[in-house]
C-alpha cells in the first residue's frame, strides 16, 4: 500500500520560514516526479512546485517563484518544500503527490495523493 504523509505545517508568521516533508512508503520515487499542490479554503486546488524524478529539474508557480524550493531524496523516499518569506496569501492545506512529470504539471494529475498539512500564515 502506497502511502504519502506530509508533515511540517503549522502557523508562521508573515515573512518567516517553513519546510514540509514528504515521506512516501510502499514505492520506491526513483524515477517518479513529486508535486507539492496547495487548496485554500473556498478556492481550487493548484499545483505550486514539480521537480522531476530523471533530472531533477523543477518547476514553479510564479507566485512562488524566489520563495520556495523544492528538493528531493530518493534515498529517504523524501520530498521537501522550502518556503521563505511567506506571505498570507500562502496559507493553505499543502499535499504531496507522486506521478508523471506532465501529469502533475498540466492537470494536476497524479497516482498518489498525501493528505495534506495546513500551513496558516497570520501574525
Known amino acids: 500500500q502506497v502511502q504519502l504523509v506530509e508533515s511540517g505545517g503549522g502557523l508562521v508568521q508573515p515573512g518567516g520560514s517553513l519546510t514540509l516533508s514528504c515521506v512516501v512508503s510502499?514505492?520506491?520515487?526513483?524515477?517518479?516526479?513529486i508535486g507539492w499542490f496547495r487548496q485554500a479554503p473556498g478556492k481550487e486546488r493548484e499545483g505550486v512546485s514539480t521537480?522531476?524524478?530523471?533530472?531533477?529539474?523543477?518547476y514553479y508557480l510564479d507566485s512562488v517563484k524566489g520563495r520556495f524550493i523544492i528538493s528531493r531524496d530518493n534515498a529517504k523516499n523524501t520530498a521537501y518544500l522550502q518556503m521563505n518569506t511567506v506571505k498570507p496569501e500562502d496559507t493553505a492545506v499543502y499535499y504531496c503527490?507522486?506521478?508523471?512529470?506532465?501529469?502533475?504539471?498540466?492537470?494536476?494529475?497524479?497516482?498518489?495523493w498525501g493528505k495534506g498539512t495546513q500551513v496558516t500564515v497570520s501574525s
Open positions: 503527490a507522486v506521478g508523471d512529470l506532465l501529469g502533475l504539471m498540466y492537470g494536476g494529475r497524479a497516482e498518489y
Open positions: 510502499g514505492l520506491s520515487v526513483a524515477g517518479y516526479a
Open positions: 521537480i522531476s524524478g530523471n533530472d531533477g529539474s523543477a
